[in-house]
């Protein structure tokens, strides 16, 4: 989206952007050069599913770790609420660091 500028319309703690139904309208997802799949960042976006292997890694390092600390995520989602109910189990002291609610 070359033809777009750096805007500031105000503050989303949860990531989120205001968009112009204009803007919205003129997206364009950009395609992956290799494959031409939709090209989209390492990430699990809401509503995805996380990828097994990363599932595999997170379990793995819980099982060389002393403790858990959580910063930054309301746990609400069960993606990652998995793996401090997994500590949990492991009787691993677990904190969290976040602003607003989160899941206990």
Same mark, same amino acid.
């Given at each position: 989206?070359?033809?777009? *500028?750096?805007?500031? #319309?105000?503050?989303?703690?949860?990531?989120?952007?205001?968009?112009?139904?204009?803007?919205?309208?003129?997206?364009?997802?950009?395609?992956?050069?290799?494959?031409?799949?939709?090209?989209?960042?390492?990430? *699990?976006?809401?509503?995805?599913?996380?990828?097994?292997?990363?599932? *595999?890694?997170? #379990?793995?390092?819980?099982?060389?770790?002393?403790?858990?600390?959580?910063?930054?995520?309301?746990?609400?989602?069960?993606?990652?609420?998995?793996?401090?109910?997994?500590? #949990?189990?492991?009787?691993?002291?677990?904190?969290?660091?976040?602003?607003?609610?989160?899941?206990?």
């Amino acid at each position: 989206n070359p033809a777009w *500028t750096a805007e500031a #319309h105000g503050i989303a703690p949860d990531g989120d952007v205001f968009l112009t139904d204009e803007e919205v309208q003129n997206f364009r997802v950009p395609s992956c050069t290799e494959c031409g799949g939709i090209l989209k960042p390492d990430v *699990t976006f809401f509503g995805d599913n996380v990828n097994r292997d990363k599932v *595999t890694f997170v #379990h793995e390092r819980l099982s060389e770790s002393d403790a858990v600390l959580v910063v930054g995520s309301t746990l609400q989602v069960y993606s990652g609420y998995r793996f401090i109910l997994a500590a #949990h189990e492991k009787k691993l002291p677990t904190a969290i660091i976040n602003i607003g609610p989160d899941r206990k």
